[in-house]
Each structure stands twice: as C-alpha cells, then as structure tokens.
C-alpha cells in the first residue's frame, strides 16, 4: 500500500500488488463506500500482474474531509487520475463495482488513453430508485456494533443477496466494512456523511456509456439488484450487442467476482 497526496493536501491510499510483467495492469475501482481491499482476492488470482486499487476520499485508509462535497463521484475521478498519473499507470484494465463502474466510464470519456478494456461489476448508465434508498439507508448508518461477529450478523441482516457461504466469509466482509474504533465498537470504514451526496439529482450517464465505445467491456450482473435493473442490462445490451455478459441468479448488489461463474468469465476476458 502507498499513500499520496490529492491536489488538495488529503491522504490517499492506494493498494498495490504485483508489478509491470508485460501484461495490462489492472485499475480496479471500489463501490461508493468500498475499499481497494475488496479487489485483494482478485489480485491473488493474478499472480506477478500489477493490480491498482485505491481507497477514495473519506473511505478506508484515505483522509476525511470538512466538506462532504469533497467526497463526490467527481471529485474521486480527479483523484483516480491524479493517482494513475503519480503511479505511472498510463494504460489499464479498469474494474469498476458499483460506482467505481460509472467512474469507469467517466475514465473512458476524460481519458481514453488510460482505458484498454472495462468490467462494469453490477452497474449501468441508470440506477434503480430502490436501489438508492437502499443504499442511503446503509451507508448513512453506524451500528456501532458490539464486536465482530456483531458486525457480521447485521451485514447478514442488511445485505442477505450478497454470495456469501460460510461465517468466516461473512466474518471477513465485516472486516472489510468495518472497523473497532476507540471505544472499542465496529464502526463504517468510511465517513457516514457521504449519504448525504446521494440526494443529488445525478447528470446523464448514458453519454459516459457510450464514451466505452470501441472498448472491450464486460457486464456483471447479479440479478437480485436494485441498483442494475434488466430493463438497463437490455439497453445496455441492445447499444453494445459485443459486450460480455455473466449473470448471479441468485445474488444482489454486488458480487464480489470471486464466484465460480464470474472466475472464469471475468480471468478469460482479462486474457484476452
């Protein structure tokens, strides 16, 4: 891990593992609230291969902000480009969760260059009303859990399409969400007060999906979503008829790419 310094003074952390082997280095972008860490197991899959994940503003490792705006999708899109320029990151496969998905896209428009192909993990140029509430009601929530397995419990509770089997695959998505603070409780690994951007009004994005036009792109889709809905996977489909497509019947926002269907589908994409 290695930290930089925005245009602005604040701390960023970015994940790092591997290095330049003559392969496409991988830029994965983390959802809204997610860290770099969720692209670890990712990374593990890829041996030798340089994998660039960053923690946003106000998430994870990254320093926290007096003002909320500073945390906007906008804003984080300066600081992905701000770090591919100081880590010498000029050409990448971007994966993009969630709105790492749409600043994907926000990539391919400002940056073709940077952009040599794109997996959309479980998201497209709409986003489903209910799947904003949903999660407005989670990401403005601190549980202050008792404990870790507390913290899991109330993931469980809150999140229960993710493609999660076992407790010790819960008890790590805890790990990953949360964190014992000083008085001893779980709290979000990320400033609450980023619920508040998600009562803006959000620009087109259908234009940003089509600045992905003539680049290699992969949709994944976990069915139960709010957030994708079929009715934009259609369209989606319809405009780019060459895009890879791998669906999760049973699973909601978002997979986590590690799934035997996804696997397979996502490594030989990166392959190729």
């Known amino acids: 891990m290695t930290t930089l310094s925005a245009w602005d003074g604040l701390a960023l952390k970015v994940h790092c593992w591997g290095q330049d082997d003559g392969r496409l280095p991988l830029l994965c972008l983390p959802g809204l609230v997610r860290t770099g860490l969720d692209f670890e197991d990712l990374?593990?899959?890829h041996p030798g291969r340089r994998v660039v994940a960053p923690d946003y503003a106000g998430r994870g490792g990254s320093g926290r902000a007096k003002d909320v705006a500073r945390y906007a999708?906008?804003?984080?899109?300066?600081?992905?480009?701000?770090?591919?320029?100081?880590?010498?990151?000029?050409?990448?496969?971007?994966?993009?969760?969630?709105?790492?998905?749409?600043?994907?896209?926000?990539?391919a428009a400002a940056r073709p260059g940077l952009v040599a192909g794109v997996v959309l993990n479980d998201i497209g140029p709409e986003i489903?009303?209910?799947?904003?509430?949903?999660?407005r009601g989670f990401v403005g929530h601190d549980p202050a859990a008792a404990d870790e397995a507390a913290a899991a419990a109330?993931?469980?509770?809150?999140?229960?399409?993710?493609?999660?089997?076992?407790?010790?695959?819960?008890?790590?998505?805890?790990?990953?969400?949360?964190a014992p603070g000083a008085?001893?409780?779980?709290?979000?690994?990320?400033?609450?007060r980023i619920a508040q951007l998600l009562g803006r009004p959000a620009p087109p994005l259908w234009p940003l999906f089509g600045a992905l036009e003539g680049v290699p792109v992969l949709l994944v889709h976990g069915?139960?979503?709010?957030?994708?809905?079929?009715?934009?996977?259609?369209r989606m489909r319809a405009a780019r008829p060459d895009m890879g497509y791998v669906a999760l019947p049973e699973v909601g926002h978002a997979p986590h790419l590690g799934e035997p269907e996804v696997a397979g589908v996502l490594d030989g994409f990166l392959a190729s």
């Open 43 to 45: 990374a593990a899959r």
């Open 73 to 107: 999708p906008e804003a984080c899109l300066r600081d992905v480009m701000d770090a591919c320029a100081a880590l010498h990151l000029h050409r990448a496969i971007v994966v993009g969760t969630s709105m790492g998905g749409l600043l994907a896209m926000g990539l």
């Open 128 to 135: 489903g009303a209910a799947g904003v509430e949903m999660v």
């Open 154 to 178: 109330l993931l469980r509770a809150r999140l229960p399409d993710l493609s999660l089997k076992t407790e010790a695959e819960w008890l790590r998505m805890a790990r990953l969400t949360y």
């Open 183 to 192: 008085d001893g409780r779980w709290h979000p690994r990320w400033d609450i």
């Open 223 to 234: 069915l139960r979503s709010t957030i994708l809905t079929e009715a934009t996977v259609a």
